[in-house]
């Protein structure tokens, strides 16, 4: 890995550092305020619909100005969000604006990943990409849920100048060839390059199933952090600040998982993961039972695990398939498409069970009890398909 890389990965991190941060600021914020306990979800909602919104726009955005100057412009997009909260402007407006930086942000950041290094450093580049966000999500939750818990307004000041310090580095990303540029830029064309994208890596079968493992890996993460936080309070009488010290050892645990498939699993063997997502389920399910925080830290840790060394793979693939069949932009758009529809749709459900006042143990378990299902389906699905075998 040369020195362009760890630029992109430095600007990742303080981006991602910025952004998990203020998750647990503006959630600091509405407590301070008072506001409806389902809000909380909520605030993670208007986030995802941007990504969902934009979708068809930023995969043609990214794919057609440098990736460097996208991630610049996307990155001051989401000070200008953060700065509006620090102003006073409510969370949920203001952290809807840095959604927009963040689904502009996204299909550059890995995008430049199939552009600038080889098919082979794919996912040795994404478990270091993963080990990095995870690390920032980590750290993220410290500053966010401990210092927020003490000031939220001097949590905002270092978020904001966190944000300013990656528009730093994203000056520094080494340029690389303009990738699958669009030749018009109508809004008929623009939705229908991105209808023929969501198409063509549908119908790839590894794309599809890549495409549905992070779908609902993604989904199932954005909501478990919740999660984790709403059982925290109840199973063990945790504040926030002790609550995100949890959700960081899922953390770390992806770390773990993601530094561990990016040395011993190789592209071509990227499906065979998936038994460890069936198996994380069961764990998210066996949550009920724990009363002692130490135990509920290290099955969360192995939640963790198991979550970095499925995901990781998979990533990779898509990203390779999405890079041959349409753009490396256009595929990233439509995996965070993809992705952030199932956390809509995920944590929807979970704030309709708040609404009806569902108690947080029924919850845990239908959460775990799902996700173990759906890997089991899909592997299923992918196990009666013939064998699938690599090519370019």
Do not use: C
């Not at 969902?52 to 460097?68: E, M, N, Q, T």
């Not at 000070?79 to 102003?87: E, K």
């Not at 528009?167 to 540029?181: K, W």
């Amino acid at each position: 890995m040369n020195s362009g890389f760890y630029i992109i990965l430095a600007a990742q991190f303080l981006s991602a550092l910025a952004d998990n941060a203020l998750l647990f600021a503006a959630i600091a914020l509405l407590v301070e305020m008072s506001a409806p306990d389902w809000h909380t979800p909520v605030l993670q909602g208007v986030f995802v619909i941007s990504y969902i919104a934009l979708a068809p726009f930023v995969g043609s955005f990214a794919d057609s100005l440098p990736k460097g100057r996208v991630m610049f412009i996307s990155n001051a997009i989401k000070f200008i969000g953060s700065l509006a909260m620090l102003l006073g402007m409510p969370p949920l407006y203001a952290y809807a604006i840095v959604g927009i930086g963040a689904a502009s942000y996204s299909p550059a950041k890995y995008g430049i990943l199939t552009e600038y290094l080889p098919p082979d450093y794919l996912v040795k580049a994404n478990g270091w990409m993963e080990g990095t966000t995870v690390a920032a999500i980590i750290l993220g939750a410290v500053i966010g849920g401990h210092m927020a818990s003490v000031d939220p307004r001097l949590a905002m000041i270092i978020i904001t100048v966190l944000y300013l310090a990656a528009a730093g580095f994203n000056m520094y990303i080494p340029h690389v060839p303009i990738d699958h540029t669009i030749p018009k830029k109508s809004l008929f064309y623009l939705l229908h390059d991105f209808w023929h994208a969501f198409i063509a890596l549908w119908r790839d079968p590894q794309g599809r199933v890549a495409l549905a493992v992070t779908t609902l890996f993604w989904g199932a993460g954005a909501t478990m952090r919740l999660v984790v936080i709403a059982w925290a309070a109840i199973a063990l009488s945790f504040g926030l600040d002790k609550s995100t010290q949890l959700t960081a050892m899922v953390a770390f645990g992806i770390a773990f998982g993601s530094v561990f498939a990016a040395r011993y699993v190789k592209l071509e063997e990227s499906v065979k993961v998936l038994p460890a997502g069936i198996l994380m389920g069961f764990l998210v399910a066996g949550m009920v039972l724990i009363t002692e925080w130490h135990i509920a830290a290290v099955i969360l840790f192995v939640i963790g695990v198991l979550a970095g060394y499925f995901v990781v793979p998979l990533n990779a693939l898509l990203q390779h398939r999405g890079h041959i069949l349409i753009g490396a932009g256009h595929s990233i758009a439509v995996q965070n498409f993809n992705e952030n529809l199932g956390i809509l749709l995920m944590i929807g459900a979970y704030t309709m069970m708040v609404k009806a006042e569902m108690s947080i143990m029924s919850i845990v378990f239908l959460f775990g009890a799902f996700v173990s299902l759906t890997m089991g389906i899909i592997y299923r699905i992918y196990r009666n398909q013939r064998p699938l075998h690599h090519h370019p």
